[in-house]
């Protein structure tokens, strides 16, 4: 009897051979929600693992690259920036328009010279100098600001200290309403090459782009190549001027404490105009620039 109970206890006893469940409806025409072997090792937590591990080792690298050049002394990094994001000759810019949209574009010097569409209030860039005007100077890298937060700190300045050519302002105004208003405050030299005082379709661009101007607070010298319209004399010149650029003469006022320093930082060319062209014998240059400040500040009293 204990033989024969041994024997029943060493034995296997046969599984119990039960129906399959499942708590879910299947769908006969679209399989069932979980048949994709594919889909469910996508969203497995192993997987998911695997993806943060490589995108916090890119972001270490990342870190590592930029963080060797930053142990870098400051003399040296400036000497990276100003190779990387200055033009001895100055930045010229014009206006142009991409997929329906007012933007500005890098141009040489010598291709500043160009002739004016009054209807579209642009400058016509003629092709065989397109290359010219794209090329002609210093290849320029402004992606270097968007590395991480000191280099941009420290190169924004260097990028926008330097001398800034608008052709009209047109450029001006879609350059300063790109940048946005904590560039525009690194902003120190501006010439503008062409403006169109006289011309009543001007008028609404001009007031537009000195106003963002005005956030231009430590801007150091505003030059006017060339103020192009029908004058009797200097005095109707500020006048104009003073119409587009009054919100200018305010904000710079306000933020240098003086409420004349727009005129010291303003100044026009000898020959600004059709009437300072024709009479700029007739006139010393300097009694010329003196009636027009001396306009200005009677209309900002």
């Known amino acids: 009897m204990s033989d ?5 206890a060493a034995s296997p006893l046969p599984k119990r051979k039960r129906a399959q469940i499942n708590y879910y409806e299947s769908d006969p ?15 497995s937590p192993r997987k998911k693992l695997k993806k943060a591990v490589e995108s916090d080792r890119k972001a270490k690298r990342a870190k ?47 291709c500043h010279n160009l002739s004016y569409h009054s209807q579209t209030q642009r400058y016509i860039v003629p092709e065989d100098r397109c290359s010219q005007c794209e090329f ?9 600001l968007s590395v991480n937060r000191q280099i941009n700190f420290e190169a924004s300045s260097i ?20 940048i946005g208003p904590t560039n525009r ?10 403006y169109k005082a006289g011309w009543v379709s001007a008028t609404a661009i001009n007031l537009a ?3 963002l101007l005005a956030s231009a607070t430590n801007l150091e010298s505003l030059y006017i190549d060339g103020i192009e319209g029908d004058f009797i004399n200097l005095k109707s010149v500020a006048r104009r001027v003073y119409r587009d650029a009054h919100h200018w003469f305010e904000g710079i006022g306000v933020a240098k404490g003086d409420k004349f320093a727009g005129i010291t930082v303003l100044d026009i060319s000898q020959a600004s105009g059709s009437w300072l062209a024709q009479n700029s014998r007739r006139e010393k240059l ?9 306009e200005l500040r009677t209309l900002l009293r």
Do not use: C
């Open 209 to 211: 782009a000195f106003t």
């Open 4 to 8: 024969q109970s041994q024997s029943l």
């Open 29 to 43: 025409d679209h399989g069932s929600a979980y048949a994709s072997d594919d889909l469910a090792e996508e969203y």
């Open 136 to 144: 002609g100077g210093r290849t320029l890298s402004p992606a270097l």
């Open 286 to 294: 300097e009694i010329s620039k003196e009636r027009f400040r001396t």
């Open 185 to 194: 405050t690194l902003i120190s030299d501006v010439t503008l090459r062409a």
């Open 64 to 110: 590592a690259s930029s963080s060797s050049f930053l142990t870098l002394s400051a003399e040296l990094r400036n000497m990276v920036y100003e190779y990387a994001l200055t033009d001895p000759e100055g930045v010229g810019l014009i206006a142009k328009t991409k997929v329906y949209r007012r933007t500005v574009e890098r141009s040489h010097r010598a």
């Open 159 to 178: 990028l926008y200290k330097q001398e800034l050519m608008f052709q009209d302002t047109m450029a001006l105004h879609s350059f300063l309403a790109q």
